[in-house]
């Protein structure tokens, strides 16, 4: 199997993959008012009240959940509740006054990968990754695929790619919320009237 996929592939994967991660449009009014927009990543060291500490790699910054603002961990809300010390972040927001960040969009353990799957099971499946590693993912009902429905436990076949798209626990198993399969880098399921060539015949199979 190759583990590459074509340019295109990887726009559309990705693409894809971050709709799962989607949260509704910022707030046109606060976006006006204030300046440049920032995206960093960070790892919450402090957690008081509503406003939360990350150290990054340029130092601490002190930030607040701007109004309307959204947190992914998983799942999607507009607190901070979940959130916890140690929790690694992807923030995007503006700076306001005193230089603490009004964040509009945090996501949190989001972990994305591509490569080979290996031993399925009922509740999950391995990949074994482009760079050597392997990780353990977990799929439910709310797992979804390329068409936006919970996906089938027939998709997900040794031998066929993934890209996998979810939240990573603290012991590196990662809960997924989106996968895209792939077999000889043609997504699963395939396109209508997709026409799959048996390699040892060189015929349609079927």
Do not use: C
């Not at 959204?70 to 972040?89: E, F, P, Q």
């Not at 499946?125 to 068409?147: A, W």
């Amino acid at each position: 199997m190759n583990l590459n996929l074509s340019r295109r592939e990887v726009i559309r994967a990705v693409a894809i993959g971050s709709a799962a991660l989607a949260v509704p449009p910022r707030n046109r009014a606060f976006a006006q008012q204030q300046g440049p927009r920032v995206t960093f990543g960070g790892t919450i060291v402090s957690i008081e009240g509503q406003v939360i500490t990350a150290m990054t790699p340029t130092g601490q910054v002190t930030m607040v959940l701007a109004s309307g603002g959204t947190v992914w961990k998983r799942y999607t809300r507009r607190d901070i509740s979940r959130l916890i010390v140690g929790d690694n972040l992807v923030v995007s927001g503006y700076f306001g006054a005193g230089g603490v960040l009004e964040a509009v969009d945090i996501r949190a353990n989001v972990a994305s990968f591509f490569g080979l799957i290996q031993n399925t099971s009922a509740g999950g499946f391995q990949v074994h990754t482009r760079y050597g590693f392997v990780r353990n993912v977990q799929i439910g009902p709310d797992t979804l695929d390329s068409r936006n429905m919970p996906i089938s436990a027939g998709e997900i076949r040794p031998g066929r790619e993934a890209l996998v798209v979810g939240l990573k626990l603290p012991d590196g198993t990662v809960q997924a919320t989106k996968v895209l399969i792939y077999e000889d880098g043609r997504q699963v399921p395939f396109s209508p009237g997709t026409v799959i060539i048996d390699p040892q015949t060189g015929r349609p199979a079927g």
